[in-house]
């Protein structure tokens, strides 16, 4: 999913759970929970900068949808904390920021190589649905990330979060 997905669903979490440990957590959480479910992703290719896969096409363009949808979703976060009472920030902002953090390692993986951030890579890979199992189209898998933004936004707007 993208950032601005993930960032709204720790945004939602951090507004039900007050305590900024807490909602950061849950925000990764319901990270590896929406990775689960058939979405779109751009097309990225395999390897890490040792592998000089900086220099690839695919990756860069990659990269720069990446770069604009970390600053979507930190828009969306200022956005949607300013609406709700300044007590909250701190929740909302730890559950965003847990929401991203996952997708953030993984581009901080393909930057160094770091052996431990690879067993991460793998099973962050790994936790995601599986496209050839489930195959989704440019149409269905934004979709479901849009339907899934709107049950976020829904969920923010709602009256018990007024």
Same mark, same amino acid.
């Given at each position: 999913?993208?950032?601005?997905?993930?960032?709204?669903?720790?945004?939602?979490?951090?507004?039900?759970?007050?305590?900024?440990?807490?909602?950061?957590?849950?925000?990764?959480?319901?990270?590896?929970?929406?990775?689960?479910?058939?979405?779109?992703?751009?097309?990225?290719?395999?390897?890490?900068?040792?592998?000089?896969?900086?220099?690839?096409?695919?990756?860069?363009?990659?990269?720069?949808?990446?770069?604009?949808?970390?600053? @979507?979703? !930190? /828009?969306?976060?200022?956005? $949607? #904390?300013?609406?709700?009472?300044? %007590? &909250?920030?701190?929740?909302?902002?730890?559950?965003?920021?847990?929401?991203?953090?996952?997708?953030?390692?993984?581009?901080?993986?393909?930057?160094?190589?770091?052996?431990?951030?690879?067993?991460?890579?793998?099973?962050?890979?790994?936790?995601?649905?599986?496209?050839?199992?489930?195959?989704?189209?440019?149409?269905?898998?934004?979709?479901?990330? @849009?339907? !899934? /933004?709107?049950?976020?936004? $829904? #969920?923010?707007?709602?009256?018990? %979060? &007024?």
């Amino acid at each position: 999913m993208f950032l601005t997905v993930h960032a709204a669903a720790g945004v939602v979490v951090g507004a039900f759970i007050p305590n900024p440990l807490g909602a950061f957590a849950a925000g990764m959480a319901s990270h590896f929970l929406l990775d689960r479910v058939p979405h779109y992703d751009p097309p990225i290719v395999d390897g890490t900068a040792k592998d000089g896969v900086l220099k690839n096409p695919v990756f860069r363009r990659f990269v720069a949808v990446a770069m604009f949808d970390l600053v @979507l979703a !930190t /828009l969306l976060t200022i956005g $949607l #904390a300013i609406r709700m009472a300044p %007590t &909250t920030w701190i929740s909302l902002t730890a559950g965003a920021i847990g929401g991203v953090l996952p997708d953030l390692l993984f581009g901080l993986y393909r930057l160094t190589d770091n052996r431990w951030l690879r067993v991460y890579n793998t099973w962050h890979k790994n936790n995601h649905f599986k496209p050839k199992r489930f195959p989704v189209t440019f149409i269905s898998g934004m979709s479901t990330q @849009l339907v !899934t /933004l709107a049950f976020c936004l $829904l #969920a923010l707007f709602s009256p018990l %979060t &007024t």
